[in-house]
């Protein structure tokens, strides 16, 4: 192994206090002998990085193609074996959206869940997916995502150069595939989806992204574990405290909503009142109303909110480009303004699908889904969008 160029920080096995923002810069940490954290900027998508003497375990993949590109760099930094397995804790395209970049040769490890759902994949996601890095096109043409993927139910262990690397998941209807991943020689945890650290959950009606009762079910099964360093999905490096944190505060979510149906307060109200005050300075409050939303109909005992959605499209200018192409501002032809969220696989031509690259001014063609009935506090989901060269 080269002489890794990051030094042990004392700091990431220690509790956290104050505001759970990272910095401007992606870090690279050394947690423990042979294994990394990956901490995404300004709370992107953070990954685990675990060097074994037959491979590499990469966990998630980073936020956009700069970014998994910078963390490529950052693991050949220490050490010159080839990642051979990459493990994702959710299927959202932030953790999910660089494994074009590894696999082939590396396999990619989901729960059955996840694996079906790709599957099902359009032919649309499938080309996003084969072109998002351009170096990768030529050993992508002839691959389905599919092809390089290995699943498993209910749990699975991987057994790799000395190194023991267990996949956990918990059984929940609602769980959409979400897993953690936990070395138990060294005490590292990466929580997925759970791994909340002074961090707003993102929980939807639509239970897409579970459901408070499965996090709470998550969580006591994760404390067990009692881990020395937490890597959560987004945020900081922190530790077991943060779990029981998390825990303490989807309860109290729970009876605030409670407190407020006893009293008859309409869903509406309930939606535009509900707040998690006594968390001032935690990160996202702008979930705050699909949160609300999610406990009502949990509390009710409502499966999810089936979403309709029309397909539209438009032509126009981008007026302004936000979080790094992430949201988008375009005036169209006719001089109105539509806001539109660029997801991590959004199919974007003429911009290298990297929605990094997407800048005021661009010309552009987009084909986006509107909610119908849904609180859509996040904006609109692009599912196309071919912008002039």
Do not use: C
């Not at 950052?74 to 999910?96: A, E, K, L, M």
């Not at 072109?131 to 209910?154: Q, Y």
């Not at 702008?286 to 406990?295: D, I, R, S, Y």
Request: proline share 6%; glycine share 8%; no cysteine.
């Amino acid at each position: 192994m080269r002489n890794a160029a990051v030094t042990l920080a004392l700091a990431a096995l220690l509790p956290h206090s104050g505001l759970a923002i990272t910095g401007d810069k992606a870090e690279f940490r050394r947690l423990a002998p042979d294994v990394y954290a990956f901490v995404g900027k300004r709370n992107d998508a953070n990954a685990l990085v675990v060097v074994t003497a037959q491979g590499v375990v990469l966990v998630d993949t980073g936020n956009n193609p700069p970014e998994t590109r910078l963390l490529q760099g950052f693991i050949r930094s220490v050490t010159d074996q080839p990642v051979r397995y990459v493990v994702i804790t959710q299927n959202h395209g932030d953790h999910v959206g660089g494994t074009p970049l590894f696999a082939p040769p590396a396999n990619v490890i989901v729960h059955e869940r996840v694996a079906k759902d790709w599957a099902s994949w359009k032919p649309h996601q499938v080309k996003s997916w084969r072109k998002r890095f351009r170096e990768r096109s030529g050993a992508l043409r002839e691959v389905d995502p599919i092809d390089t993927v290995l699943s498993f139910r209910d749990g699975m262990a991987l057994h790799l150069g000395g190194k023991r690397i267990e996949l956990i998941y918990v059984d929940d209807p609602y769980n959409p595939g979400d897993i953690a991943v936990w070395l138990p020689q060294s005490g590292v945890l990466h929580a997925g989806f759970v791994g909340y650290l002074e961090r707003h959950p993102d929980i939807r009606p639509d239970y897409s992204h579970g459901t408070t009762a499965g996090m709470l079910k998550q969580i006591d099964a994760l404390a067990a574990l009692k881990s020395k360093v937490l890597v959560p999905a987004h945020g900081p490096i922190g530790g077991a405290k943060d779990l029981q944190a998390l825990k303490e505060y989807l309860l109290l979510a729970r009876d605030k909503v409670r407190a407020m149906m006893g009293k008859g307060v309409p869903l509406e109200a309930i939606v535009k009142t509900f707040n998690m005050s006594e968390y001032k300075g935690w990160d996202r409050e702008n979930h705050f109303e699909w949160l609300a939303e999610t406990v009502v109909r949990e509390l009710r005992g409502e499966g999810p909110q089936i979403v309709p959605v029309a397909e539209m499209q438009a032509s126009g200018t981008i007026a302004l480009a936000e979080d790094e192409g992430r949201r988008l501002v375009v005036r169209r032809d006719s001089g109105e303004e539509l806001r539109l969220r660029v997801t991590a696989d959004t199919d974007i031509d003429g911009a290298a699908n990297d929605r990094s690259q997407l800048k005021a001014g661009m010309k552009l063609t987009a084909s986006y889904l509107v909610p119908r009935g849904f609180n859509a506090a996040l904006g609109y989901d692009v599912t196309e969008m071919v912008v002039a060269p």
